[in-house]
Every structure is written in structure tokens, then in C-alpha cells.
């Protein structure tokens, strides 16, 4: 059996709530110098802001010293470095926290922000903000939403731990429930579980159903709706079974009711300036409830955010977004 790699602890801090970046150099490869490797790997960077970062002693090894620029190529060595953090554009709603202990925490994310740093999305993120306001350096994220997704996250607080609860995801142990604003249609007869086979090619933005065995499943439940009057909008419960990527997303394009606000389904539509926080998707992840793994408590949770769109439609078509509301 082979054996599995022991990594090291991270010999940097957090910076802003984010982790250092951490390469493994590979097994096998022609690079004489770390530097050489380092060249390559962030060829998008610059051979200058790589050279800038050993000459500022930025790029450590496991003991937490400086790596210098022409250190041999060590395969299997690793190596951690902080990237340039980018320009990032304040997500100004809150980021409330519903529910914490000593083992997890549940957070209600407001459109907009991602749940996890990726791309030009690092410090504005659901996890760096958490780990910034609760001054928790170990919280990690058990599962994601969608950046455009508003709602209830999981969060884990020791590493140790993580595991068992991505393992009820995995396992499909937890029982989620989103709503939806989308359009109202009369002739579409509901409740019903749509069932489909999804995909999503690396590097596309959006995901499609195609032929074959179906990977995603949904619940799709009529909650109420106006007809008259209210542009017929309509008021959706949907309950996945799978978690295909943007499943409820294609499910409800598919059924001739793409959700408000979406800019991917059923057209892609031109990216919006940053900042640009005006009529969010129109999809909420409003309930979550699971068998805590590790004290084995029942855990029911909710949201407690109001879609716009369903509370007042013109408030939504003029840009305000969606917010936080006990009545619910």
C-alpha cells in the first residue's frame, strides 16, 4: 500500500483570514533551482514577482526559513508562500452567524460572497471574513455555496473533525431545503422530482443536461404565487437530492421558470462591473438539518433572509438587495 504523504504544518500565519499558499515540488521534473520550478508553476505572475519574493525572503521551507533563489530542486520538497492578495470590492452585507460551538459554526452568507477563497475572490470570502470577525485561524468551510447563492454554510472549527462532516454531505446525511422567486406558470404541474443527467466541462461557466444515466435530482414544490398583478411570480421550495454544480439552477431552466436574476441560465448574460450588487439570483439556501456526527445532536437550522423579488418586486428590478429578517 502506498504510503500517504505526511504535510507538514503551515510555517506562515493567516493573512487576513487566508492561508499561505502551499506546493509540493513534484516527484519528477528537468528544474535545477526551486526558483526554476516556482517560474513555471506561477507563469502568470512573472519571472519579476517571483524573483521579488525570494529577494524579499517570502517563499519559506517547513522550518520557516527563507528559501533562497538558487536552492537545488528537491522533489517532494515543500515549499509556502503568501500570493498578492487582489483588488477586492467589500461585499456590504452582513455576514450573520447562526449557530457556533465548539465544533462547528453556521453561517447565513449573503449573495455575492463566495463561500471559500478562489480566483480574484480570496479575502472577500465567507471563511476569511468568519476566521477574521470570530478569530477562529482553523475554521474551515464542510461544504459551498455558490458564490451568487444566498444562505445557510456549515463550518468546522477543528481539523480533526472536518472529515465527519464532509462525510455527511458526501453521504447525503444532510437534509437541505432552498427557495426560489421565478416565474409563475399555470400549466406547470408541481410537486414534482425532477430527474437528469448534468454536466459541466472544466473551464465553461455553465452546466448542462445531456443524455444518460440521471447524477441530479430535485424536488420541486409550488410554496404560492401571484397571478394577477405581481408580474406572476411564484414562490418555490426545492430540495435536492444530489449536488450536481448549479443542479437547481439548470432543473428550474429546464422547467420554463429560470429563477430570477440568474445570469447564466437560460442565457449567459454580460459579467456586471465589480461591485455591482444590484438584483441578486433570486435563490436562497433557507434550511439545513443533519445528525451532528460528533456529539450526535439533531440540528435544525434556518435562514432567516427574505428574497426581495418575493417581498417587493420593484424594490428587487431597482437594485435593492436581499436581507436579513426574523419574521420568517
Known sequence: MRRKTRIPPAPLPQRHGVDPVRVRLPAAGSWATVREHLVERLSGAGAGVVDGMFDAGLVVGADGRAVPADAPYVPGMFVWFHRELPDEVPVPFPLEVVYRDEHIVVADKPH???TTPRGSHVAETALARL???????????????????AG?????????????YQTLFRDRLVHKEYEAVAPYDPGLALPRTVRSRIVKDRGELTAREVTGE?????????????????????????????????????????????????????EVTAPVPAGDFRRPLQLLARAV?????????????????????WASYDRWAAGASDGPSHDQ
Open 112 to 114: 455575492f460572497l463566495a
Open 131 to 149: 476566521r477574521r470577525e470570530l478569530d477562529i485561524p482553523t475554521l474551515a468551510a464542510a461544504h459551498r455555496l455558490d458564490r451568487l447563492t
Open 152 to 164: 445557510l454554510v456549515l463550518f468546522t472549527v477543528r481539523p480533526e473533525e472536518r472529515g465527519a
Open 214 to 266: 440521471p447524477n441530479a435530482v430535485s424536488r420541486v414544490e409550488l410554496v404560492a404565487h401571484r397571478p394577477d398583478g405581481a408580474r406572476g411570480l411564484a414562490r418555490y421550495r426545492l430540495v435536492p437530492g444530489t449536488g450536481q454544480t448549479h443542479q437547481l439552477r439548470v432543473h428550474m431552466t429546464a422547467l420554463g421558470v429560470p429563477i430570477l436574476g440568474d445570469p447564466l441560465y437560460p
Open 289 to 309: 438539518e443533519f445528525t451532528d456526527p460528533v456529539t450526535g445532536e439533531e440540528h435544525r437550522f434556518r435562514s432567516g433572509r427574505v428574497l426581495t423579488a
